[in-house]
């Protein structure tokens, strides 16, 4: 729901806080400064500039909410569950954001961001719990560490513990004119702008691709349901730097 000023005049979408049902400006869904392309999950349709395709393994889904956004839930084995995909290719140093909800107990909602070559199709990632010559991915390992598994090498962070109904900001950077892929999560709603609290330290791996890239979102959340606990994702925001 929108909030408003004394004149009436619409500032944001504000979030209701889900601990307090409050709107919370720090967290506002209303971006006026940004630069970059941004996908908004909170709809009930598959959003603008993003495209979506058929997974291969049978108990990973997903789903689009106006009320709780990109839904992500079951086990996504070793198959492609790549399915939900920015529809542009990038050629060039990227910064690839999305925030994801926790709301469980298990420690293990697994988001990931993966980037493949575009000229291997959009089905061609796999997920893995380790390198694998399909991606490169930024990869949740329950709250083991923070991890980035490369085509043939993998780099991982350190322990953290989530903090249930909280949400997360993933930053994944894949630059190619410095070599190197990195990744870092920060503990606050849509954090942009990386003033949040960094959590499970920064990764940092000599992988990358030169040729064009497509980028798409995915989770292992095993034993999740769709709803309010699912790994959910609010936007993708994608800047070229």
């Known amino acids: 729901m929108p909030y408003y000023i004394g004149n009436s005049s619409l500032i944001g979408t504000g979030f209701v806080d889900e601990n307090t049902g409050v709107h919370d400006l720090q967290v506002s869904r209303h971006h006026p400064v940004f630069t970059g392309y941004l996908a908004d999950f909170f709809t009930d349709t598959t959003p603008a500039n993003i495209t979506t395709a058929t997974q291969t393994v049978g108990t990973y889904n997903y789903a689009f909410s106006s009320t709780y956004g990109l839904q992500t839930w079951g086990d996504a084995a070793t198959g492609f569950v790549y399915t939900v995909q920015a529809t542009p290719s990038y050629s060039t140093d990227i910064l690839i954001q999305t925030s994801f909800y926790y709301g469980g107990t298990d420690n293990c909602p697994d988001p990931s961001i993966a980037i493949w070559p575009a000229s291997a199709g959009r089905t061609s990632p796999l997920w893995a719990w380790s390198s694998s010559g399909t991606r490169i991915a930024a ?28 949400w997360y900001t993933m930053h994944f950077y894949h630059e190619p004119s410095l070599s190197r892929t990195r990744y870092f999560m920060t503990l606050r709603f849509e954090d942009w702008d990386q003033v949040g609290t960094q959590i499970g330290g920064t990764i940092t791996l000599s992988t990358y691709y030169l040729n064009a890239i497509y980028v798409g979102l995915a989770s292992d959340a095993d034993g999740y349901g769709p709803g309010q606990n699912s790994c959910r994702f609010s936007a993708l925001k994608i800047t070229e730097l």
């Not at 990869?139 to 513990?161: K, P, V």
């Open 139 to 166: 990869q949740n390992n329950c709250a083991s560490y923070l991890a980035i598994y490369g085509t043939s090498t993998q780099s991982t962070g350190t322990s953290f513990t989530y903090a249930s109904g909280s």
